[in-house]
C-alpha cells in the first residue's frame, strides 16, 4: 500500500526559513509532488522531484532522496501569505496514481 | 499553465437529489482525470481515475454506482452524485493529465452541501 507522513502543523516567523519534511513508503515510486494549498480552493503545483537532490525554485526548494523514501519543502523568506496547508504526494505505477499526505498546515506569524 | 475548470464552484441541494459536477480542460486533451474528494481538515481522497473512452477505475471504499463518471472526449469528464446525502457534501476536486503523461493540473473545486 501507500503511506506518506508529514508533520500535522508547523509555526514560523515571518523572514525566516521553514522546511517541511515529509516520508513516503510506496511501490512504484515515480515522483513526489508538492502543493499548497489555500483553504477553500484547489491546490497549486509548487514542484515535482523525480531525481535524487534538491531544486530551487525562487523562494521554495524541494528535496529528494529516494533511497531513504524522505522529501522535504523548504520555504525562505516566509511570508504571511505563505500560511496555507502544503501537501506531499507520491506518484506510482504506471497508471501514474497520485497519493496525498494529509497536509502540513504552516502559519506564518509577524 | 494549463487550465481545468470546473462547474459548477458551489451547490447546495436537497437529500435524494443527483448533482452533476462537470471538468473541463480548457486548452489541452486530457487522456486522463482524477476527481479527488476532500473533507473538512483532511487531504484530499482519490474517488476515481477516468480515462476517456472507458469505464472509470474507482478507489476501494468508493460507489460506483453512487458516483457516476463519464468521461465522453479529450476535454471533458463528469461526476455525477446519485440520490446524494448530507454525508456527501464536501468539496470535490477534478484534476487533469494531457496525452504526454505530465503533471496534474487541478481544477478549482466545487463545494458540494446536501440538505
Known amino acids: 500500500g501507500q503511506n506518506i507522513d508529514q508533520p500535522t502543523e508547523m509555526t514560523a516567523t515571518e523572514g525566516a526559513i521553514v522546511q517541511i519534511n515529509c516520508t513516503y513508503q510506496?511501490?512504484?515510486?515515480?515522483?513526489l509532488f508538492w502543493y499548497q494549498q489555500h483553504a477553500g480552493e484547489a491546490p497549486t503545483f509548487l514542484s515535482y522531484?523525480?531525481?535524487?537532490g534538491l531544486e530551487e525554485k525562487g523562494r521554495f526548494s524541494s528535496f529528494l532522496s529516494r533511497s531513504k523514501g524522505y522529501s522535504y519543502l523548504l520555504l525562505k523568506e516566509l511570508q504571511m501569505k505563505d500560511s496555507a496547508s502544503y501537501l506531499c504526494?507520491?506518484?506510482?505505477?504506471?497508471?501514474?496514481?497520485?497519493?496525498f499526505g494529509t497536509g502540513t498546515k504552516l502559519q506564518v506569524i509577524p | 499553465g494549463a487550465v481545468v475548470s470546473q462547474h459548477p464552484s458551489r451547490v447546495i441541494c436537497k437529500s435524494g437529489t443527483s448533482v452533476k459536477i462537470e471538468c473541463r480542460s480548457l486548452?489541452?486533451?486530457?487522456?486522463?482525470m482524477f476527481w479527488y474528494r476532500q473533507f473538512p481538515k483532511q487531504s484530499l481522497m482519490l474517488m476515481a481515475t477516468?480515462?476517456?473512452?472507458?469505464?472509470?477505475?474507482?478507489e476501494q471504499g468508493v460507489e460506483k454506482d453512487k458516483f457516476l463518471i463519464n468521461h465522453a472526449s479529450l476535454t471533458l469528464s463528469t461526476l455525477t452524485v446519485t440520490s446524494a446525502h448530507p454525508e456527501d457534501s464536501s468539496f470535490y476536486i477534478c484534476?487533469?493529465?494531457?496525452?504526454?503523461?505530465?503533471?496534474?493540473?487541478f481544477g478549482p473545486g466545487t463545494r458540494l452541501t446536501v440538505l
Open positions: 522531484n523525480v531525481l535524487d
Open positions: 477516468s480515462n476517456e473512452g472507458s469505464k472509470a477505475t474507482y
Open positions: 504526494a507520491a506518484e506510482s505505477g504506471g497508471y501514474q496514481k497520485v497519493t
Open positions: 510506496t511501490s512504484g515510486f515515480n515522483g
Open positions: 486548452d489541452f486533451q486530457a487522456t486522463t
Open positions: 484534476s487533469a493529465r494531457d496525452k504526454s503523461g505530465g503533471r496534474e493540473f
